[in-house]
């Protein structure tokens, strides 16, 4: 059964940073593309940032560029979230998903998101 | 960037009633739209993707038409149990993967 636990969710200052986590199971992680999306309270869901199978790319929406970092580290089955800068409109529930399809699935690269964890709550707030 | 529209922003339907959501990209996408349900509280759920392909273990009372800008969300017969948001979700070539602002359904 795939699963994905997100933690690191917390109450902090605007100017501040923090760092989230997303354990995942019951799928080969490194097959598979994955993606932050975030919820403010209330509102939408807005896509955040996505990562390779690997690690060698990365992708940023144009409201977090140069502030949110995405890693993995595959040897851990886990995927995070650096967010630097914190600002009140970063307040959110944070997603992390699965990419549907496998990296060799096909040559479009680009997948909907199969999987999503329960999120993790940020509260950017003084 | 590609934006993603959808209409109408909610609605109100009878059970058994026929349930029709559009979402519009503003360039062409061709059919590389995917469709979410959000119930109250929860999780995000795959509904349907490329376009019009349907997720394992979703009812067939769910489909997905459309190709390049224009897509349509249909319910053929509302249930109580389909009470949500409904979100498209555009993800051809490079990010950002840009979700539509949602429809709200509920029960009449």
């Known amino acids: 059964e795939v699963q994905l636990v997100e933690s690191g969710g917390v109450v902090v200052q605007p100017g501040g940073s923090l760092r989230l986590s997303c354990a995942a199971s019951?799928?080969?992680?490194?097959?598979?593309?994955m993606h932050w999306v975030r919820q403010a309270p209330g509102k939408g869901l807005e896509w955040v940032s996505l990562i390779s199978w690997d690690g060698g790319s990365t992708y940023y929406a144009d409201s977090v560029k140069g502030r949110f970092t995405i890693s993995r580290d595959n040897s851990k089955n886990s995927l995070y979230l650096q967010m630097n800068s914190l600002r009140a409109e970063d307040t959110a529930l944070y997603y992390c998903?699965?990419?549907?399809?496998?990296?060799?699935?096909?040559?479009?690269?680009?997948?909907?998101?199969?999987?999503w964890g329960q999120g993790t709550l940020v509260t950017v707030s003084s | 960037d590609i934006q993603m529209t959808q209409s109408p922003s909610s609605l109100s339907a009878s059970v058994g009633d026929r349930v029709t959501i559009t979402c519009r990209a503003s360039q062409g996408i061709s059919n590389y739209l995917a469709w979410y349900q959000q119930k109250p509280g929860k999780v995000p759920k795959l509904l349907i993707y490329?376009?019009?392909t349907l997720q394992s273990g979703v009812p067939s009372r769910f489909s997905g038409s459309g190709s390049g800008t224009d897509f349509t969300l249909t319910i053929s017969s509302l249930q109580p149990e389909d009470v949500a948001t409904y979100y498209c979700?555009?993800?051809?070539?490079?990010?950002?993967?840009?979700f539509g602002p949602g429809t709200k359904v509920d029960i009449k």
């Open positions: 019951g799928f080969t992680f490194d097959d598979y593309a």
């Open positions: 490329a376009a019009s």
């Open positions: 979700q555009k993800y051809n070539s490079a990010p950002p993967f840009t």
């Open positions: 998903a699965k990419a549907k399809h496998t990296y060799y699935y096909d040559s479009s690269g680009y997948y909907p998101f199969d999987y």
